[in-house]
Nanobody
Framework: EDQLVETGGGSVQAGGSLRLSCEAT?????LAWFRQAPGNEREGVAS????????????SYTDSVKGRFTVSLDNAKNTLYLQLNSLKTEDTAIYYC??????????RGQGTQVTVSS
């Protein structure tokens, strides 16, 4: 059974940085990060294609995080990362990794809390 386990959340001040990790049973298709803040709908943050082929390594970001967040893979460790820089208070949310954009395939981790204070 495939599983995704996130780690690395925490509390930082605005302008700070965090790195989230998502250890996967295996890397396949497209892995992504999405977030959900209290009272808000889920929001796709970033994605990366993992499979061999023309799309491998292709990344995508929602506009609000472009230039601040970076998604990457460590194939040897079956781990997906999200580097969060220049954090803003509006980035506060629970962050999840998932297969496909915004849990498109019904596989996601348990989430990790990111809190950014002013």
């Amino acid at each position: 059974e495939d599983q995704l386990v996130e780690t690395g959340g925490g509390s930082v001040q605005a302008g700070g940085s965090l790195r989230l990790s998502c250890e996967a049973t295996r890397l396949n298709y497209c892995l992504a990060w999405f977030r959900q803040a209290p009272g808000n709908e889920r929001e796709g943050v970033a994605s990366i294609y993992t499979d061999n082929g023309t799309k491998k390594g292709t990344t995508s970001y929602t506009d609000s995080v472009k230039g601040r967040f970076t998604v990457s893979l460590d194939n040897a460790k079956n781990t997906l990362y999200l580097q969060l820089n220049s954090l803003k208070t509006e980035d506060t949310a629970i962050y999840y990794c998932s297969k496909g954009w915004i849990d498109a395939f019904g596989l996601r981790g348990q989430g990790t809390q990111v809190t950014v204070s002013s």
